[in-house]
């Protein structure tokens, strides 16, 4: 991965290879929710639910190690999710749409039975979903943890539009196009090439809409109240200096904005704390876990 264009491919379009040989246990469901099936990973447990939400072009191949040992350690129930177009999730036709895509979460989650007592873990673009998801279901959440999350607060320190000029050029090297070449023509070259994988379709999808259109769409979200919040931010530079300084500092003002948040700093980590520090993940779960039951 270029560190240059480490922005696009980590929040929209990001192709890690993440483990895929780890203690996994549960089992797999095709859930049909909306006008699209949804793949979960369920660990059975108790009645408190913890709901993984990957990173932005990741699926839950980034929680195949931690998520056992969450269930092991809570005896809660866990769940993992493809996004639509991510791992055996089908690819939808149209643009993702934020609002939607939690729609269809939550059609799956109760087809489950998984609709109440929910903790939200959510990594980098995640975190930006978790907070639509508790936004519009905040009686049936308890807790949140976001990691390394993409925030509201990004958008005003760095600017939607700063953020969409920096991420065109790994854009266009995902889809195997020209960097110099506009958007537009970057969006209509790929969309009739018919040699691009479901992952690079998946995140086209992802990316056609721009930051301000989503920023549009999440700054009216409001995070519930009175429930116990944890935000872990990376403590080892992954971006270039500017874009760094603004991620810490949107990271520090986003947790003072939420009375009784934790930051804590994963000392060791870029942005990948789930394969760098888990234990940072897998400790702060059980932490709000504990301070629930």
């Given at each position: 991965?270029?560190?240059?264009?480490?922005?696009?491919?980590?929040?929209?379009?990001?192709?890690?290879?993440?483990?895929?040989?780890?203690?996994?246990?549960?089992?797999?469901?095709?859930?049909?929710?909306?006008?699209?099936?949804?793949?979960?990973?369920?660990?059975?447990?108790?009645?408190?639910?913890?709901?993984?939400?990957?990173?932005?072009?990741?699926?839950?191949?980034?929680?195949?190690?931690?998520?056992?040992?969450?269930?092991?350690?809570?005896?809660?129930?866990?769940?993992?999710?493809?996004?639509?177009?991510?791992?055996?999730?089908?690819?939808?036709?149209?643009?993702?749409?934020m609002q939607i895509e939690s729609d269809w979460l939550w059609k799956g989650l109760t087809k489950l039975g998984l609709n109440?007592?929910?903790?939200?873990?959510?990594?980098?673009?995640?975190?930006?979903?978790?907070?639509?998801?508790?936004?519009?279901?905040?009686?049936?959440?308890?807790?949140?943890?976001?990691?390394?999350?993409?925030?509201?607060?990004?958008?005003?320190?760095?600017?939607?539009?700063?953020?969409?000029?920096?991420?065109?050029?790994?854009?266009?090297?995902?889809?195997?196009?020209?960097?110099?070449?506009?958007?537009?023509?970057?969006?209509?070259?790929?969309?009739?090439?018919?040699?691009?994988?479901?992952?690079?379709?998946?995140?086209?999808?992802?990316?056609?809409?721009?930051?301000?259109?989503?920023?549009?769409?999440?700054?009216?979200?409001?995070?519930?109240?009175?429930?116990?919040?944890?935000?872990?931010?990376?403590?080892?530079?992954?971006?270039?200096?500017?874009?760094?300084?603004?991620?810490?500092?949107?990271?520090?003002?986003?947790?003072?904005?939420?009375?009784?948040?934790?930051?804590?700093?994963?000392?060791?980590?870029?942005?990948?704390?789930?394969?760098?520090?888990?234990?940072?993940?897998?400790?702060?779960i059980v932490d709000i876990y504990k301070s629930i039951k």
């Amino acid at each position: 991965m270029l560190r240059k264009y480490t922005l696009i491919l980590a929040f929209f379009l990001s192709s890690a290879i993440l483990a895929q040989n780890g203690n996994r246990i549960g089992f797999d469901t095709l859930v049909l929710a909306g006008k699209t099936h949804l793949n979960f990973h369920i660990i059975k447990g108790g009645d408190i639910t913890i709901l993984f939400e990957s990173g932005g072009g990741m699926d839950i191949s980034e929680w195949v190690d931690i998520a056992p040992l969450v269930a092991k350690t809570t005896t809660a129930t866990v769940v993992c999710y493809d996004r639509a177009g991510f791992g055996k999730s089908d690819l939808p036709d149209e643009p993702q749409n934020m609002q939607i895509e939690s729609d269809w979460l939550w059609k799956g989650l109760t087809k489950l039975g998984l609709n109440r007592n929910l903790i939200l873990a959510g990594h980098s673009f995640g975190g930006w979903m978790i907070r639509m998801t508790a936004s519009q279901h905040p009686d049936a959440v308890i807790g949140m943890l976001f990691i390394d999350p993409f925030t509201n607060e990004i958008c005003e320190l760095m600017g939607a539009e700063t953020i969409d000029n920096f991420q065109k050029p790994g854009l266009a090297q995902v889809l195997g196009a020209n960097q110099n070449d506009s958007y537009e023509k970057i969006f209509a070259d790929a969309a009739n090439n018919n040699n691009l994988t479901k992952l690079q379709k998946a995140g086209l999808r992802m990316a056609i809409n721009s930051t301000k259109q989503k920023y549009d769409l999440m700054k009216s979200t409001r995070i519930p109240g009175n429930i116990p919040i944890k935000i872990i931010t990376s403590g080892k530079q992954w971006l270039p200096d500017d874009f760094w300084t603004e991620w810490r500092a949107a990271h520090d003002k986003f947790a003072k904005s939420i009375p009784g948040a934790e930051l804590i700093i994963a000392d060791k980590s870029d942005h990948m704390i789930s394969l760098r520090q888990p234990e940072l993940i897998i400790n702060a779960i059980v932490d709000i876990y504990k301070s629930i039951k």
